[in-house]
């Protein structure tokens, strides 16, 4: 026959409770570890999955930018000002040559109206520094370059007249050049500067 049921006290309500609660804590630190374990085990994520860092790619984009720049400032300047200062000197060594042409024949000119000389003997440059004696008879009359490549004959007066004139023009011409000269080298020297700056070079 079973044992007739009994009614429970005070103190078998305090073991039950207390063993519930130690079967809970058990269950819960059962538990505790398992998730642990499954936190630390989570892999790492990949190198290749993370984003660029930021900083780096624009400072290589930047030098890129920079790198171009200067490529371009070098071509304008051996392209075209060194170029283009070549040919202004070129040019203005041309024309102080006719400048000296033309103020030796007023020099002459004037020596041979001062002293009265209507006949005389001179050395010709044939070419290649080959010179000739010649003799001129008469030098009243002279044949002077008016430009173009045409030749007038003139008298020693009429081309006392023109040859002024013709300094005048070879002067402004000089004066045209050498202010062309001047501005390509400041326009060297600034882009020359701009390259300096961006090389982060000290200043000469």
């Known amino acids: 026959m079973s044992e007739p049921f009994r009614a429970l006290t005070h103190s078998d309500l305090s073991l039950t409770l207390k063993g519930s609660e130690a079967v809970k804590r058990s269950s819960v630190a059962g538990r505790l ?51 283009d200062l070549v040919r202004a000197i070129a040019e203005r060594d041309k024309v102080f ?17 001062k002293n009265s000389v209507t006949s005389l003997r001179s050395m010709v440059n044939l070419g290649s520094e080959v010179y000739a004696q010649a003799y001129v008879p008469d030098t009243c009359h002279i044949f002077v370059d008016v430009g173009l490549g045409f030749h007038v004959e003139l008298t020693w007066s009429e081309a006392l ?27 060297i020297k600034m882009v020359s500067q701009g390259i300096r700056e961006l090389l982060q070079l000290p200043e000469e």
């Open 33 to 83: 570890p398992i998730v642990a374990k499954h936190r630390l085990a989570q892999p790492p994520p990949h190198p290749s999955q993370s984003p660029p860092s930021e900083p780096a790619s624009s400072r290589s984009y930047m030098d890129r930018l920079k790198e171009e720049k200067i490529q371009r400032f070098e071509e304008f300047v051996d392209r075209r000002l060194k170029p």
């Open 97 to 113: 040559e006719q400048q000296k042409v033309f103020s030796d024949l007023r020099k002459n000119l004037e020596n041979l109206e």
């Open 161 to 187: 007249k023109i040859i002024p004139a013709r300094e005048q023009k070879f002067a402004r011409q000089i004066e045209e050049y050498t202010r062309l000269i001047a501005q390509i080298k400041a326009q």
